[in-house]
């Protein structure tokens, strides 16, 4: 099945959408906030689309937002640049998570573009995460995304999120928190 899943990521229409605090966020600990698949052809303008000002992204000012981001590059590559690494490249089946309140910013290569899908969580599940240290500034940016699963079940979160299904907030949380799963497995290493 995951050859099918990512035959629909090839015909997957570029989109973002950003979601309201829904009133399940403390009956599940943990909300979807916004997600997004998009295309960036070589020598194309990055970020393509208006986000809401808190999420403006601008290369030479970079930005701070509040909720956890997980991005998957599947295509092509770029740079990611935070406060505690330096500019580090970014290669098609790599994944990065930009922490909550931390200064960042990232682009794709001018001569390639890249592939992105990305979601966004928030709520005492991620905080709770974040104090014990699951997701630290030094672990973010990770190889491995393709074998773990996570292309696929972004790929489910972009289907729940196109069907605006009332009530499947519930079902993009655990989808998300499966997605945060799959990178903190990558994060601790092959087993031994």
Same mark, same amino acid.
Request: proline content about 9%; aromatic content about 8%; overall charge negative.
């Given at each position: 099945?995951?050859?099918?899943?990512?035959? /629909?990521?090839?015909?997957?229409?570029? #989109?973002?959408?950003?979601? +309201?605090?829904?009133?399940?966020?403390? !009956?599940?600990?943990?909300?979807?906030?916004?997600?997004?698949?998009?295309?960036?052809?070589?020598?194309? +303008? #990055? +970020?393509?689309?208006?986000?809401?000002?808190?999420?403006?992204?601008?290369? !030479?000012?970079?930005?701070?937002?509040?909720? $956890?981001?997980?991005?998957?590059?599947?295509?092509?590559?770029?740079?990611?640049?935070?406060?505690?690494?330096?500019?580090?490249?970014?290669?098609?089946? /790599?994944?990065?998570?930009?922490?909550?309140?931390?200064?960042?910013? #990232?682009?794709?290569?001018?001569?390639?573009?890249?592939?992105?899908?990305?979601?966004?969580?928030?709520?005492?599940?991620?905080?709770?995460? $974040?104090?014990?240290?699951?997701?630290?500034?030094?672990?973010?940016?990770?190889?491995?995304?393709?074998?773990?699963?996570?292309?696929?079940?972004? !790929?489910?979160?972009?289907?729940?999120?196109?069907?605006?299904?009332?009530?499947?907030? +519930?079902?993009?949380?655990? $989808?998300?928190?499966?997605? $945060?799963?799959?990178?903190?497995?990558?994060?601790?290493?092959?087993?031994?």
């Amino acid at each position: 099945m995951i050859l099918g899943i990512q035959k /629909m990521t090839f015909f997957m229409e570029d #989109y973002f959408r950003y979601f +309201p605090t829904p009133p399940e966020l403390l !009956n599940w600990g943990l909300a979807l906030s916004a997600a997004g698949f998009t295309r960036i052809p070589p020598h194309t +303008p #990055y +970020p393509p689309a208006e986000h809401p000002e808190d999420h403006a992204l601008d290369w !030479n000012h970079g930005r701070v937002i509040e909720s $956890l981001q997980v991005v998957l590059v599947s295509e092509g590559g770029g740079v990611l640049e935070t406060r505690s690494t330096r500019q580090e490249r970014v290669d098609a089946g /790599m994944v990065f998570l930009l922490l909550p309140h931390s200064w960042h910013r #990232y682009r794709p290569d001018p001569e390639t573009g890249w592939v992105e899908s990305w979601i966004e969580v928030r709520g005492p599940v991620i905080d709770e995460l $974040l104090q014990r240290g699951t997701f630290s500034p030094d672990s973010i940016l990770q190889h491995g995304a393709f074998d773990a699963g996570i292309e696929e079940t972004l !790929n489910r979160i972009h289907l729940r999120v196109g069907d605006d299904a009332p009530g499947s907030q +519930p079902e993009l949380a655990a $989808l998300a928190l499966q997605v $945060l799963a799959q990178c903190a497995r990558i994060a601790a290493g092959p087993s031994r």
